[in-house]
Nanobody, 118 residues
Framework: QVELVESGGGLVQAGGSLGLSCAAS????????MGWYRQAPGKQRELVAT???????NYADSVKGRFTISRDNAKNTVYLQMNSLKPEDTAVYYC????????????WGQGTQVTVSS
């Protein structure tokens, strides 16, 4: 079992910045990929960014050049730095992790609200 605890988020004006962090605990040795997803009201949950244990990153087109995902393996923590925020970035952001021995299973955090005002 993997537990994910998110922090950060909040309310910011358009053009501003916010940072999210997610600390993993539990059965973390086989985590191979961590990332962030988001879900806006009335919409499906969508991928924002992922990072592998080797440091390879992947971003949704909508956030490329504005968001940066990083991880600290020693702290078992993944970060999402969000710059130049837009109102359409408003959503609940969820941390995600997947293990190599059960790759089809997604572990989720509780979610943190990000609201961008225009």
């Amino acid at each position: 079992q993997v537990e994910l605890v998110e922090s950060g988020g909040g309310l910011v004006q358009a053009g501003g910045s916010l940072g999210l962090s997610c600390a993993a605990s539990g059965s973390i040795l086989r985590i191979v990929i961590m990332g962030w997803y988001r879900q806006a009201p009335g919409k499906q949950r969508e991928l924002v960014a992922t990072i592998t244990s080797g440091g390879n990153t992947n971003y949704a087109d909508s956030v490329k050049g504005r968001f940066t995902i990083s991880r600290d393996n020693a702290k078992n923590t993944v970060y999402l730095q969000m710059n130049s925020l837009k109102p359409e970035d408003t959503a609940v952001y969820y941390c995600n992790a997947r293990r190599s021995d059960d790759f089809s299973r997604h572990y989720w955090g509780q979610g943190t609200q990000v609201t961008v005002s225009s």
